[in-house]
């Protein structure tokens, strides 16, 4: 497979459009609730590299809080990448370590598809109460 | 035929602005929701691959230029850049999933690496690309 590009490769093709994007930027909003026990740490936006830092830290924090349950929410995600699944997965590793109970409130179908492409829907529990905490 | 060229600088805004510059170009060409979604995961991977590989050892950021081309019911998007290639790195920010999950949702992909220097990845979608059945 080589694709129109490679036909054209000594020859321009014509544009439309040619320049820098300028695009509103599309964060990621974290937002973590805590009751006796338990806590619920709720991602809405877009996660990428730009953000995977900053929810990684946030999740590993509330890991290490002495709870028994961590729900991570999803359900506010407009968009995952690969960097997602590596937040999911390390913090279910830290999670497992710690004797946390990490489950899931699952995403859209954008999320979802991602996480079962990359083969690790099964390793995460459904949490038993989506509603948020108090 | 309709053509359009971007060009990022490789930080970790890049991923994001060129996901939504090739939702926006796609969408324009009436993709489905579902193609969309397919190629916001693949160009964000794409492109998150040369922040992470390609100029990884660079003091400043290099550039990464993405061009997409309609072509009936293809969508054509190349992404490249003028770094080390796709260095294997163990810290990998996204489990080293990135071109399983471009190879998984694109129709077809291919990576390139000319002889002036760099990584191409070409890929093809379908933009009338619609949900598995049941």
């Given at each position: 497979?080589?694709?129109?590009?490679?036909?054209?490769?000594?020859?321009?093709?014509?544009?439309?459009?040619?320049?820098?994007?300028?695009?509103?930027?599309?964060?990621?909003?974290?937002?973590?609730?805590?009751?006796?026990?338990?806590?619920?740490?709720?991602?809405?936006?877009?996660?990428?590299?730009?953000?995977?830092?900053?929810?990684?830290?946030?999740?590993?924090?509330?890991?290490?809080?002495?709870?028994?349950?961590?729900?991570?929410?999803?359900?506010?995600?407009?968009?995952?990448?690969?960097?997602?699944?590596?937040?999911?997965?390390?913090?279910?590793?830290?999670?497992?370590?710690?004797?946390?109970?990490?489950?899931?409130?699952?995403?859209?179908?954008?999320?979802?598809?991602?996480?079962?492409?990359?083969?690790?829907?099964?390793?995460?529990?459904?949490?038993?109460?989506?509603?948020?905490?108090? | 035929?309709?053509?359009?060229?971007?060009?990022?600088?490789?930080?970790?805004?890049?991923?994001?602005?060129?996901?939504?510059?090739?939702?926006?170009?796609?969408?324009?060409?009436?993709?489905?929701?579902?193609?969309?979604?397919?190629?916001?995961?693949?160009?964000?991977?794409?492109?998150?691959?040369?922040?992470?590989?390609?100029?990884?050892?660079?003091?400043?950021?290099?550039?990464?230029?993405?061009?997409?081309?309609?072509?009936?019911?293809?969508?054509?998007?190349?992404?490249?850049?003028?770094?080390?290639?796709?260095?294997?790195?163990?810290?990998?920010?996204?489990?080293?999933?990135?071109?399983p999950l471009i190879a998984q949702l694109s129709a077809s992909s291919e990576i390139v690496s000319p002889e002036q220097g760099g990584t191409?990845?070409?890929?093809?979608?379908?933009?009338?690309?619609?949900?598995?059945?049941?």
């Open positions: 497979m080589v694709g129109p590009f490679r036909r054209r490769r000594s020859d321009r093709p014509a544009q439309t459009d040619l320049g820098r994007a300028s695009h509103p930027a599309g964060g990621l909003r974290v937002d973590v609730s805590q009751s006796p026990g338990s806590a619920r740490i709720a991602l809405s936006g877009q996660f990428d590299i730009a953000s995977a830092d900053d929810a990684t830290r946030a999740l590993q924090a509330l890991l290490n809080r002495g709870l028994d349950v961590v729900v991570v929410d999803l359900s506010g995600l407009d968009f995952m990448d690969s960097t997602g699944v590596k937040f999911l997965v390390e913090g279910r590793e830290t999670a497992r370590d710690l004797g946390v109970k990490l489950s899931l409130v699952h995403g859209g179908d954008p999320v979802r598809r991602v996480l079962k492409v990359a083969g690790v829907m099964a390793l995460f529990e459904e949490a038993d109460d989506p509603r948020p905490l108090p | 035929m309709t053509t359009a060229r971007w060009s990022f600088d490789a930080t970790r805004q890049a991923p994001g602005d060129g996901r939504r510059a090739i939702q926006q170009f796609a969408g324009e060409a009436g993709a489905t929701d579902r193609a969309l979604d397919s190629v916001a995961v693949c160009v964000t991977e794409a492109i998150t691959n040369a922040i992470v590989h390609a100029y990884r050892h660079h003091d400043r950021p290099g550039r990464v230029e993405m061009e997409a081309e309609v072509d009936g019911d293809s969508l054509w998007v190349r992404i490249r850049d003028q770094g080390r290639g796709l260095e294997p790195r163990l810290d990998s920010p996204g489990l080293g999933l990135g071109l191409e990845v070409i890929m093809r979608f379908d933009v009338r690309e619609q949900e598995e059945a049941a």
